[in-house]
């Protein structure tokens, strides 16, 4: 048990336009989500982390406004990247914990590579 | 300073070689978790060991093991008899309770291996 799945797996688009990303539970319920951002060659940085039914708490120098977090029940949130820009491209990685589960132990999806031309 | 250090950027070895990752941490926390994490090409992350910092028992997992001192704040992961399928990027990971309360990862900068057949 304990797999979390994202969609899309890589997706290409144009400048200025908005992109969704989904992450999903799929055989537990997640009470809490994070998304994290790996730029090339670098380690993972949080962005973001979301409790079910309430807003996102960004970490700082995140701009909330351009990475909109939903994570509207228990097995799903989405981050949207609004306007994006070349300096977006990334790989964004979701994780998720299980609600009653051990605090700290975080389930990880499979990543979504963004390319923005 | 950082949280979580990984000072080995990148390390090649040839295959049945024996090969250390060192990672130093840094916490005020008495109650903390320490991960490391596997990054092969795809991207995803594969969940290797978990440690909590009232258990400093080494631990060995097949071709691999773990040697954690407090003493030293250090976490160290060694390979025995590397192979081929082990070259990927590996993050040692630091779990404290943030001031949101809940527990976040902070990840070191990675250490690439590559072991050559």
């Known amino acids: 048990g304990a797999v979390v799945s994202q969609h899309p797996s890589w997706v290409i688009c144009k400048s200025g336009t908005s992109v969704k990303i989904e992450c999903r539970s799929l055989d537990f319920q997640a009470t809490t989500m994070f998304w994290y951002r790996q730029f090339p060659k670098q380690s993972l940085m949080l962005m973001a982390t979301?409790?079910?039914?309430?807003?996102?708490?960004?970490e700082q120098g995140v701009e909330k406004d351009k990475f909109l977090i939903n994570h509207a029940s228990l097995t799903l949130s989405t981050l949207t990247v609004t306007s994006a820009h070349p300096e977006d491209s990334s790989f964004y990685i979701c994780?998720?914990?299980?609600?009653?589960?051990?605090?700290?132990?975080?389930?990880f999806g499979p990543g979504t590579r963004l390319t923005v031309l | 300073a950082q949280k979580v250090t990984q000072a080995q950027t990148e390390i090649s070895v040839v295959e049945k070689e024996d090969v250390t990752l060192d990672c130093v941490y840094e916490t005020r926390d008495t109650t903390y978790y320490l991960f490391w994490y596997k990054q092969p090409p795809s991207g995803e992350l594969v969940f290797l060991i978990r440690r909590n910092s009232f258990d400093e028992q080494n631990e060995i997992s097949g071709r691999y093991s773990w040697n954690f001192q407090k003493s030293t704040s250090s976490f160290n992961f060694t390979i025995t008899a590397s192979q081929v399928v082990d070259s990927a990027v590996y993050f040692c990971?630091?779990?404290?309770?943030?001031?949101?309360?809940?527990?976040?990862?902070?990840f070191g900068k990675g250490t690439k291996l590559s072991v050559i057949p």
């Open positions: 994780s998720a914990r299980k609600g009653g589960g051990i605090p700290n132990e975080q389930f």
């Open positions: 979301s409790n079910e039914g309430s807003k996102a708490t960004y």
């Open positions: 990971a630091l779990s404290e309770l943030s001031g949101a309360g809940s527990y976040q990862l902070t």
